[in-house]
């Protein structure tokens, strides 16, 4: 579904950010990208929608290569790659509603957006999937009233709204505090089964990286240095993706597996 | 670290590093700078004797203002304020239509390179010429009236307005930018959805901030034959009408308080 060859970046600066990444990613799997500050995480999902622009190699999403693609054509292609942001990124001054709805600016002309005439279908989908992550009564207020969880869901809305095959998602719960970091990785990983979709998450919580995938892949400077299941995450593969540390208390054992019920 | 465990060791004065490192640098600007100060002041050539004499002058010159004349006999003074604002409204909305386009392509995170220097570089132009420069140029291209008053403002809106566009823009946050990029949206949505929002209440503000500098420099633009009341105060000075002028003065100064005030409003409500 999603394949990788070869990816390399250099930004101007010199820095040699991805070392010639391959990967295959299958339909429906939620792969856990982890490693250090730096590492390349983010480059690496920028570089799948080109927000990042790689040096090169090969990314093909369903047979479609992404990186020689005019800039109309990427435009259709990022349609289909819905991404969640670090800091949730909401336009701050906007409503709720409008942010969601803006996951459909790919789809509606220009004028039609301007005036916020969505077509009656996207306004539907917006309601709808804002009441499945518990903040349809939120729609009409301004995106810097909500916390940080609320707003990270409504970030997963507007990236759902895109009707992506691939969400890219860029350290989701940086910001929140533990127990909301566990509740926005569930919703994410229930999303992702409920629709079937496939999914990268650059994340740094090991921990919470073991919980809520199914592959995870270890980066370090730029090269793959894990690509296996959650579990196999010993100390000695985490000391090769961050360095020497004491780990005992990171990972997760097998009889923590059930967690508690999901509340918002 | 040698022997860190004995306080006795360590320095009990401390004093933060000097800007400037070089001490013989330092002082040579410091001393330089005293003295330059002093020779300038110097070729000044202030003379006690011409203030003194300067100074009942200027008393006569006061009295002759009071009381303020508002009885309007020529029937020009309302005339003037109206024309005046009417100035100041169009050429702001023309100004700021110019300086839009202007200013996204004057924002580094927007525009190729060749764009950013061209926008760049009618705004240094803009900025290089006072609007009673813009106005000599204006009368001698179009003759005397608002027209000429018109253009010139304007012509001085974009340099103002299109900057500080600019720069608003520049410092927007990228990720806000980068997540509305991420949807597909097209160039212009991009900007309608992700940077309108975030500079929208400081243009606000600046607008009614630029209405109010165009108000007064069209009293300025008038005196060199751009219309509008800087006109009708000129003549009234050239006819030694000084109790007329005093009243247009308290007008301008009324309509530039009360624009302060809308405009500080006007910025807290779009916060």
Not at chain 1, 43 to 50: E, S, W
Not at chain 1, 55 to 80: C, I, M, N, P, Q
Not at chain 2, 39 to 57: F, H, Y
Request: hydrophobic share 45%; proline share 4%.
């Amino acid at each position: 579904m999603l394949q990788l060859a070869e990816l390399t970046k250099k930004y101007n600066t010199g820095e040699l950010a991805l070392k010639g990444v391959t990967l295959e990613i299958p339909k429906g799997q939620v792969l856990a990208l982890i490693g250090p500050s730096g590492a390349g995480k983010s480059t690496l999902i920028r570089c799948v929608n080109r927000l990042v622009q790689p040096t090169s190699g090969s990314v093909v999403l369903k047979g479609t290569e992404l990186t020689k693609l005019s800039s109309s054509a990427l435009r259709k292609a990022r349609r289909r790659m819905g991404m969640i942001f670090q800091e949730y990124a909401l336009v701050e001054r906007l409503t709720v509603m409008e942010n969601v709805l803006s996951g459909r600016l790919g789809y509606v002309g220009f004028w039609r957006s301007y005036f916020r005439k969505f077509p009656r279908a996207d306004i539907q989908e917006a309601y709808r999937l804002l009441d499945r992550v518990g903040l349809k009564h939120m729609a009409d207020k301004r995106a810097d009233e909500l916390s940080g969880g609320q707003r990270q869901r409504v970030g997963i809305c507007r990236a759902l709204i895109q009707n992506p095959d691939l969400l890219l998602v860029d350290e989701p719960t940086a910001s929140l505090d533990p127990k909301t970091s566990r509740q926005i990785m569930r919703l994410i990983q229930e999303l992702c089964s409920e629709r079937g979709l496939t999914a990268i998450i650059n994340i740094h919580d090991v921990f919470l990286a073991q919980m809520f995938s199914q592959r995870v892949v270890g980066l370090e400077l730029g090269s793959v240095v894990y690509d296996g299941k959650p579990d196999g995450l010993t100390p000695e593969v985490l000391t090769r993706i961050y360095g020497e540390e004491d780990w005992s208390a990171t990972i997760k054992s097998t009889d923590e597996d059930d967690d508690d019920e999901e509340e918002f | 670290m040698t022997d860190s465990s004995e306080t006795g060791s360590y320095p009990s004065s401390w004093k933060k590093a000097p800007f400037i490192k070089n001490s013989f640098v330092r002082w040579l600007i410091i001393v330089g700078g005293a003295i330059y100060l002093a020779a300038a002041l110097g070729t000044m050539n202030i003379d006690l004797e011409r203030v003194k004499e300067g100074l009942p002058r200027a008393q006569r010159f006061l009295d002759s203002f009071f009381p303020p004349n508002f009885s309007d006999n020529r029937g020009v003074l309302w005339e003037g304020i109206a024309e005046s604002i009417w100035m100041a409204i169009i050429s702001t909305v023309a100004g700021i239509a110019l300086s839009i386009p202007i200013g996204l392509g004057a924002a580094r995170n927007l525009a190729p390179a060749w764009v950013y220097l061209f926008c760049r570089g009618v705004i240094a132009a803009s900025r290089t010429f006072p609007e009673i420069i813009l106005a000599i140029f204006a009368v001698k291209l179009f003759g005397f009236g608002p027209f000429a008053g018109f253009i010139a403002l304007s012509l001085g809106t974009i340099g103002f307005y299109a900057k500080l566009l600019a720069e608003d823009i520049e410092n927007s946050s990228a990720s806000q930018a980068e997540a509305v990029k991420a949807t597909g949206a097209n160039w212009f949505q991009w900007i309608n959805y992700s940077i309108q929002p975030q500079v929208m209440p400081r243009m606000i503000g600046l607008s009614i901030y630029r209405l109010d500098i165009n108000f007064r420099e069209s009293a300025v633009v008038g005196i060199v034959g751009g219309g509008g009341i800087g006109a009708t105060l000129n003549t009234s000075f050239s006819r030694y009408e000084f109790d007329t002028a005093a009243a247009i003065l308290i007008i301008i100064i009324l309509i530039v308080m009360s624009m302060e005030y809308t405009s500080s409003f006007f910025r807290k409500w779009v916060q």
